[in-house]
Every structure is written in C-alpha cells, then in structure tokens.
C-alpha cells in the first residue's frame, strides 16, 4: 500500500511542472512600425491561487477588452510614463487565464536605436516581477519589414500583410526588433547605420583643367547675346529672303499681327468668342452622346453601346453585358444636369429616369476623339444619393477630402480618431489598397449617414467603398467599412 502511494505521489510531482510549462500567453500583434501603431489581444496565464494582478502598459494605451473568469473589479490608471492597469479577482486552485486587448500609439518609436518592440517600450504587459514564461507569438505587419525574435518560427504568410507565428520557450520579456528587408543579417544589425554605400568604382576620366578646348572659336555658352544684335541679324536675313525669293502673291502667307494685336492674343483676349463657340459645340455633342448612350441601354443595343464605350474601359464587355441585361419593360431616359471640362476630358452629371421616375444619378467622364465623344468612365447611385462635389454641405466635402487623404497618406491618427469600430479590420483594408487606387467619384446619402466611394485599384478592378457615418460633435465618426467589386 505504501508502494502504491509513493508511486502517486511520484506521478503528481513530475506531472506537476508539466502543467506549469503546459501554460503559455498566447499574443496576437498587429503593428505598423511607421506609426508606432499596436494592436494586441493577449491570453496570459495567472498561476493558482492568485487573487490580483497588476502591470504597466505604454503610456495613453486603449484597454478594450479584460477579462478573467473570477474577476471582482478593474482600473486603468494613466499616467505620463505608463498605464497602470490593475485586477482584482477571486483566486482558484487552478490556474486562470487573462484575457487582454489593448491598442494605442507607442510614444517615441521612432527615436529606439534599436527600433524594437522591447520592455523600454512596455508594448506588452511588464510586471514589477517578470518570471520566465512559454510564448506563441503572431505578429501582423507590412511585408516592407522582416521581423525577428528570439524563438523558433512556426509559420509565415503573406497577403496583403505578412504574419509571422513564433513559439518562444522559457523567456522573460519578449522582445522584437525587425527592420526593412534590404537590411544586414541578425548577426550584423548592430552594425547598421543608415548610410549609403560608398561607390569604390574607379572614376570617370575627365580632361585637366588646363587642357585646351578643340574648337577655341566656340562661343561660350554662358555668354548672354545681346538682344539687339539678334533683332538686326535677323531683320538683315528676312531682307535677304525676300530679295532672293519669286514673287508669289498668290499663296502670300497673312500679314503678321501688330505687336498690339499679338499682345491682345497672348492675353486671350479677342478669343472669347471662339473659346464660347468650342465649348457651345463640345457641350452639345457631349449631351447628344449622352442621350444616345442612355437610349441604347434602354434599348439594349449592344452595337450602339459598342460605338460610345471608349475601347479601353475597364471590363468593357462585362460592363456592355451589365447593361444589357436589365428588364425591358420600362423606357430609361435622361437630364444632363452639369457638365464640368477638365484636362482628361468632361465630367457629366445627369439624371436617369425610368418612365419619368428620378431612379438613379450618374458621374460620367467622356473623351473626345476627333469628331466622336466617347464614354470612359461610369459611376451610378441611387436618386436618394448625391455626388460629393454637389452636396450644400461644405463641412462633409472637407470632411471627405481629409478621409481620402488620410486613406492616401495613411494617417493613422486621423483614422485611429475617427473610425470607432473594428478598427483593425479597417486600418488593414485601407492599407491594402491605399497605394493602389484611384478615387473616382463619391457620394453621400441625403440623410448624410452614409458615404460611397468608387475606387479603381492598380489591376483595373472597380471598388465600391461603403462608410457608415454619424455625427459627433464638429466631425463625423465611422461606424462600419465595407468594399465590394462593381463593375
């Protein structure tokens, strides 16, 4: 019997460490190193009979979510060095589990020498006792950096992010530093300093200063002629000309304007009328383009579509075959409301009717080639929309604009304040495509709780970005992003 129990109590004490080691914090990462942008969702593990727990987090860090099965109570404490976050729950005979989101900006990133993720930094909770602990790491970041660690890498995926998996085993703090892909190995990062590699090619041979020029008649370059020389060698040359040459007053060229004349043109004056004429005619063609096009999709004539759609319109034939496919049992007409030249081309506004019911608006660019206009451009929204650029509502144009430069430049501050939920989800959109598109119209619903970009990315496709929006205070807040194809 005593045998029997020697061998338990054996069998208890050598599975108990294992049960210890067993435990380890599961990190979830997502970071964006030119910001100094993170996001973590952690599991760590809280040993039995524990009944608190405290540590520091980055200063101004964001704690969204913590939880524990027994938890009593909570507080976030932020000061100027740190957060202080602080739990109190009721202890078990088992060990817990924590359960930590948090996200926010780390204060000088840009200034680490190292620019690592490191206990300095307290991107990852740092308690006044760091006990050595089991790991499994998975950091999201831009493909543009390579990050290392400690650890045994797991796995590695790339998409529009690169995710790295990494199982560290009995270590205190974690720490990650990375750098662009272009840098030196691990064993050599210490010795990078930022600068260019000097070119140790041989130079190219130039002549000695002191080396005579072969045509010493040349006039130096840096010589200014004077102006009046110029006007009389060139008033002698026209004499001789004129001398020389037969008399051919039939195909006599016009007489050149006076310089009081030519002054009036080069200001643009004394075209007025023909600049008027031009766009007269250009504006009527464009709206007959317009209502040709219109009827042929009311018509479902794929020739016709085929004779205004410009050859290089993005999905020329699934846009065609779109537009063919609608219902015939109604009659598509259309009001040319605006129509805006500019250097690519003219901007259309107009209206389409479906027997004489406002259905839809469209923002269409047309191009003109010789005498024809054709269409190259095409966005559609519901009537109870309108265009960004024609909304009364000065305040949510600019509103737009920042949102499409924050978009463009990448301006996490701006998106971190203004988008409220699933932000990673978000951010990691945009970043996608952010480098990648060219906005091309934009409309606001009349209640002005939604907003709609059409985008094109880098390979042609067409995007619909959907932003719900409500007021706050001055600005708007975004409550939800969406992106679906269209054609």
């Not at 072969?214 to 840096?222: G, L, Y």
């Not at 004349?261 to 250009?282: F, H, K, P, R």
Request: net charge negative; with cysteine.
């Amino acid at each position: 019997m005593k045998q029997i129990s020697l061998i338990s109590v054996l069998i208890v004490i050598l599975a108990f460490p294992a049960c210890v080691f067993a435990e380890q914090d599961v990190v979830e990462v997502f970071f964006i190193p030119e910001q100094g942008f993170i996001r973590v969702n952690a599991r760590i593990s809280v040993p039995a009979e524990q009944d608190q727990i405290q540590f520091k987090l980055f200063p101004k860090a964001h704690v969204t979510a913590l939880w524990i099965p027994t938890l009593l109570t909570y507080e976030v404490n932020n000061t100027t060095a740190a957060a202080v976050v602080s739990a109190v729950f009721q202890p078990d005979s088992a060990a817990q589990t924590l359960d930590l989101s948090y996200e926010g900006f780390l204060p000088n990133y840009e200034s680490e020498p190292m620019q690592a993720l490191d206990e300095t930094l307290m991107w990852y909770p740092l308690f006044e006792s760091q006990p050595n602990r089991d790991y499994r790491i998975k950091l999201s970041l831009s493909r543009d950096y390579l990050p290392k660690l400690d650890g045994k890498l797991l796995d590695v995926r790339e998409s529009a992010f690169a995710t790295y998996t990494w199982l560290v085993e009995n270590q205190g703090y974690p720490v990650i530093w990375f750098g662009d892909q272009e840098d030196t190995p691990e064993d050599e990062l210490d010795a990078v300093d930022g600068g260019t590699p000097v070119d140790k090619s041989e130079p190219d041979e130039t002549p000695e200063p002191d080396e005579e020029p072969e045509h010493p008649d040349t006039p130096d370059p840096t010589d200014e002629p004077d102006p009046s020389d110029a006007t009389e060698h060139t008033s002698e040359l026209g004499d001789e000309l004129k001398q020389d040459s037969p008399d051919t007053s039939e195909d006599k060229e016009p007489e050149p304007l006076e310089p009081a004349e030519a002054e009036d043109l080069e200001d643009g004056q004394g075209l007025d009328w023909m600049q008027d004429l031009v766009e007269s005619t250009d504006e009527e063609l464009i709206n007959e383009a317009v209502t040709e096009f219109v009827r042929a999709i009311s018509l479902s004539s794929r020739d016709d579509l085929n004779a205004l759609i410009h050859p290089d319109f993005t999905d020329r034939e699934q846009f065609i075959a779109y537009l063919i496919s609608r219902p015939h049992d109604s009659t598509i007409t259309n009001q040319v409301v605006e129509i805006r030249p500019t250097e690519s081309g003219s901007i259309v506004y107009c209206d389409l009717y479906e027997n004489d019911l406002l259905t839809s608006k469209v923002y269409s660019l047309w191009q003109n080639s010789a005498t024809n206009w054709f269409l190259v451009e095409w966005s559609q929204i519901p009537a109870e929309y309108e265009f960004d650029l024609r909304i009364g509502n000065s305040e949510l144009q600019r509103w737009l604009d920042d949102f499409r430069t924050a978009v463009t430049e990448f301006d996490l501050v701006w998106l971190d304040y203004h988008i409220t939920h699933n932000k990673l989800q978000a951010v990691k959109l945009l970043q996608a495509i952010r480098s990648e598109i060219e906005w091309i119209a934009s409309a606001v619903s009349t209640s002005e709780d939604q907003a709609v970009f059409m985008i094109k990315t880098q390979f042609s496709a067409r995007l619909k970005l959907t932003l719900n929006l409500y007021p706050d205070s001055e600005t708007w807040k975004i409550s939800a992003i969406a992106a679906e194809p269209v054609y």
